[in-house]
Structure formats: structure tokens, C-alpha cells
């Protein structure tokens, strides 16, 4: 089969995103870097606490992957089964993922293995993850809206807070309207192939929200989204601590949203850049200084980096995939035949 050809348009397109995200990339280290003091950064990270980086490592892993684990079954559970167990590894192949990928490919390749690992429709697991990065972003959101009244936060990012808010509260609201709904797949021979795949994908997709079709049902997947941020702002206070930095529940608060946000704009593989500005920005915010802040942003980023590589890629063994088994127009495929 011949490759499509791309119009200008899409080959600039094609070549802009990448341009960006090494861009952002690179401004955000240089600006964390830009006078960087090997002496003094080293003193910075050679005193590291033991029992905090315990107590992160603890509380992420046990608390934040295995929760959203919980989570990931939740959401799906209305378009079919996802051990507990699978859901684990399927996140840790996503943190794999977005290490060595850029632009947040880590989000395609998981929903790929959560297809794969399961049999679940790709365009139904595409919907119920969408569900949860719009659970995540709202209550992002939310502590961000709680950051705001315990710390002096420039008014661009009040205002980001606000807009981002609003535009969680709509799409969580269309996704009630959408789990309402009993749409049903189009026969081809009636539509027409193209027709009828377009419609029974978005139908499919739409089934991904089903978990809001019931009070009870999203009571439960509020209910764990707390508890997987509030692991989260639990594990950035221990993280804190572990290079000797007090962790007021401001700065943690602080820390956690802006990485939140920092992590969610393009950029390199590991969010290179961007995890180092805003982490950096958030501590300087509350009077660390410079060299320490980047300090700390360079061994947080190299623990969260370190040990979501290293759990990927077991759980990659485990499942027995590759990285050529994750891609999106194979399980796209599969679908189509469907049709």
C-alpha cells in the first residue's frame, strides 16, 4: 500500500510540533541551568534523607499508581473487564512511554496496550482514558485553585487556573450528556464504509464514559481521584523532605500543580524541561533559592524518571510487548475490520 501523501499544510504541521517541543525543552534548562554551580548543586544533592525518599517512593508507587489502577477498572469496567494487576502495568508502560517518546506519546501507547492486553475496542479505551486525564485535570484545577489562596502566584497563571477550570467543568458535563446517550454502530452497507467508521468509532469512544452514567458510579471515581492526588501531594511533601527542604503544605501544594501543569505542554522525551522549570519556579516562588531549586528539580525529575523506566519496562516484559506492538494505526486496524 502506498504511503498517503501530505499537503503542505500537514508536513508543516508535522515538522512545527516537534520544533516547538525541543524549543520549550530547551528554554526551560537553560532558564533552571543557565548559571549552573557544579559544586554547589552537588552539595545540593549529596545530602539526601533516606527515609523521605522512602516514604515518596512508598506513597507513589503504593498509593498514586496503584489507586489509579483501581481507577483505570473503574472507568472501564462498562466496556469490559481490566485486572487490577493489568491496569498497573498498563500505566507503568505509559510512564515508559512518555520517557522516551516526546509530546506525551506514553498516553497512545498505554490506551495501545490496554487494547492489546485485554481485547477491549481501542476507540472505547481512547474514551474512558480521556475520562480520566479530565478527572485529573479537574481536580489539577481544583488544588490549583487551593495553591492559589496560600501562595503568590503571578495573575497569568490565576488566570490559566480559572480557564482551565471552566474548561474541565464543560467537558465533564458533555461526558454526563454523552454516557446518557444509546447510540448504536452503523451497518456499512447502509452508510457507507467511511461513514459508518467514523460513526461507530465516536460511538465506541463515547461508550469510554460510561462510568458517569450513574450518581453512584461517578461518587466512586471522584472518591479515587482524590485519593490518587492526594498520594500525589503526599509524595512531593516526602520528595521535599528527602533533600532537606521543609515541606510546608503550601509549597507542596504549589510544587504539585505547577508540575502538573509543566508536564502537560509538548516537549522532549521525560518532559525534559518544562518538569525542570516548573518545579523550579515553584520553589523559587516561595523563597528557595535558585541553585537549590534546581537541584531539586533535577533529582526529582531523575526519581520519577528512574523508577517509571524501570517498572515499564518489567511490565513491557511482563505483557510480552514490544514498543512496535503499541502503535496506534495497528490497533486502528483491528477495528477497522470490525466495521
Known sequence: ML???????????????????????????????????????LASITDIHIAPLLGTLISYWLGV?????????????????????????????????????PFRAGEMARSAAIHRGTGLRFSSVIGGLALERMLD???LALLSLLALQMAPLPAYIRNTVFGTALAVAAGLVIAVILSQRNWHEADARERGRIHAFIWNNWVRFSDGFGALARP???ASAVALIIGIWACALLAMAFRLEALGIHATPALALTLLTCIGFGVAVPSMPGYAGPYHL????????????HVTAGAF????????????????????SIEGLRFKDLKRRKSLSTERKTV
Open 3 to 41: 504511503e498517503e501523501k501530505r499537503t503542505p499544510r500537514q508536513r508543516l504541521q508535522r515538522f512545527a510540533l516537534p520544533v516547538l517541543g525541543i524549543s520549550l525543552s530547551v528554554a526551560g534548562l537553560i532558564y533552571v541551568y543557565r548559571d549552573f554551580e557544579f559544586e554547589a548543586f
Open 65 to 101: 499508581v496503584l489507586i489509579r489502577s483501581f481507577l483505570i477498572r473503574h472507568l472501564l469496567k462498562s466496556v469490559g473487564n481490566v485486572p487490577i494487576s493489568g491496569a498497573y502495568r498498563f500505566i507503568c508502560i505509559g510512564f515508559l512511554a512518555n520517557n522516551v517518546l
Open 137 to 139: 485535570m479537574g481536580m
Open 216 to 218: 453512584g458510579a461517578i
Open 278 to 289: 516548573a518545579a523550579a519556579f515553584a520553589l523559587e516562588l516561595h523563597g528557595v533559592n
Open 297 to 316: 528539580a533535577m533529582f526529582s525529575w531523575v526519581v520519577d524518571i528512574g523508577m517509571g523506566s524501570a517498572m515499564g519496562a518489567v511490565s513491557l
